[in-house]
């Protein structure tokens, strides 16, 4: 068996999607909020050497995504994050569907949150430039998911044409202030380079790592991907490359503005660090509507990308039967995922009610949604290569095992830091998404002990 790579994909889907396409569904996914609040804590973590830090947090992830990209060709289904454990996860049926059901979960948390949290912080965004705006945040937060929802419901070449525009809008605006910063650059402001040692800066490596995650968007539609042998592992890699350039120079010309000292609890760059850069720069234009713009289109995008890419797995997993079968429907007429798009959408908007208990939350997203994932599909790397041996997929990542073994180090340095009420609300989610698996498998047995229609393999 060789990875498929079909003009048209099954289930209602078609592939519509070309490389400028997913590099700017990916390059807008990574680029949200992450790059207008992340400099700050890294700055305070790091001083000048966060700089360094998120060139390393780039170089790490695109290890991890040569593992991704290997399994997305070899299986380049809808929701492939959530395909590649039940492909690959050891020869038992039953094994293969609780890993993909925790990984396609544990992935929709981490999107899920990532849209409620977006949708909340574009009305405090909006308030910068209308002051009002900041006694509307839930109504705001709902209008922009509603939004998000519709776009990606009238289908994916839709979200791809708003995510075009709004990604070329964003970045001409960055351009704008990272040049204009330059003008303005002081360079003792980077002498000395380290002052902190290697503990602090790896969690600032730890915390820019979080800011590249969207790319796996590209997995999620790889069934809706024009000839994805050759699309898929070129958008994934030059993505990154051309976040972690845009990301560098973005911090890079903040700490050329703003002085180390000011990198210090409870000093406002370390909430809003370009804001404070900008009011530096003598242009109130730029620090008054065009950052609070770049920053509402940045958060959407992320918004846009993080609803498409959650429906896809809960596609997928509703056509492996660990989710009812209801959540594998297709809109006939516009052709996406309309169930999964719903429940994604439905269950950011409810989250939205209770701001009080994000930090709990955002743990859970950010370790759940994050770590486990990748972790288990750098294991199902190692099943491709194990296991599968009936499949030949277009690309294969170089470095044999020792790709998977680097990875899940470098996976490991995003977990530098974590407390005990991290792992404990982390444990606790597993525990509740591992309850349901068992319930719906002593209820459904039979759904665990079909043959794979998907793969002559058992």
């Known amino acids: 068996m060789t990875g498929r790579d079909e003009s048209t994909a099954d289930d209602g889907l078609t592939r519509t999607l070309g490389l400028l396409d997913c590099v700017l569904l990916s390059v807008g996914g990574m680029v949200g909020s992450a790059i207008f609040v992340f400099p700050g804590s890294t700055g305070r973590l790091a001083g000048p050497a966060s700089t360094l830090a998120w060139v390393v947090a780039g170089l790490l992830m695109m290890i991890i995504a040569l593992c991704y990209t290997e399994l997305a060709l070899a299986f380049p289904k809808a929701g492939g994050p959530a395909v590649f454990p039940a492909e690959t996860f050891g ?13 396609g979960m544990s992935y929709c948390i981490g999107m899920v949150f990532s849209v409620t949290i977006s949708a909340l912080a574009i009305a405090q965004y909006l308030s910068i430039a209308f002051p009002h705006a900041k006694g509307y945040v839930v109504p705001i937060a709902l209008a922009a998911i509603t939004l998000s929802f519709l776009v990606n419901l009238v289908g994916v070449t839709s979200t791809s044409r708003t995510n075009l525009v709004l990604s070329a809008l964003l970045l001409t605006i960055l ?19 380290f002052t902190s040692g290697p503990a602090k800066f790896f969690a600032a490596v730890q915390l820019a790592l979080t800011g590249y995650g969207a790319w796996t968007a590209i997995p999620s539609v790889a069934e809706e991907v024009k000839r994805p042998a050759k699309t898929v592992p070129r958008a994934i890699l030059l993505s990154l490359l051309v976040t972690t350039v845009l990301y560098t120079a973005v911090v890079v010309a903040l700490h050329g503005v703003v002085a180390p000292s000011a990198f210090a609890e409870g000093n406002p760059v370390t909430t809003v660090p370009l804001g404070v850069a900008a009011s530096k720069l003598g242009v109130p ?25 959650a429906s896809r797995v809960v596609f997928a997993l509703g056509r492996n039967g660990t989710l009812p079968r ?102 606790g989610s597993i525990a509740l998404l591992g309850t349901y698996f068992l319930v719906r498998y002593l209820r459904r047995p039979d759904l665990f002990r079909q043959r794979d229609a998907a793969t002559n393999w058992e």
């Open 91 to 103: 020869r038992n049926r039953t094994v293969r569907l609780f890993a993909s059901y925790l990984e």
């Open 285 to 309: 234009m730029i620090r008054r509507y065009l950052l609070p713009l770049a920053a509402v289109v940045a958060i959407f995008t992320t918004m846009l990308v993080g609803t498409m890419s």
């Open 175 to 193: 351009l704008v202030f990272v040049a204009i910063s330059l003008t303005r650059f002081e360079p003792t402001n980077y002498d000395p380079f």
């Open 326 to 427: 209801a959540f594998a429907a297709v809109h006939s007429r516009f052709q996406v995922p309309w169930a999964g798009l719903v429940a994604v959408s439905l269950v950011a908007a409810a989250l939205t009610i209770f701001p009080d208990y994000f930090y709990e939350l955002l743990v859970i997203a950010s370790v759940v949604g994050t770590g486990l994932p990748y972790a288990l599909n750098i294991v199902s790397f190692v099943g491709l290569r194990h296991y599968r041996t009936d499949v030949t997929p277009p690309f294969r990542a170089p470095g044999g095992y020792a790709l998977p073994a680097v990875a899940l180090v470098a996976l490991s340095v995003a977990m530098v830091g974590l407390g005990s009420t991290e792992v404990l609300w982390s444990v």
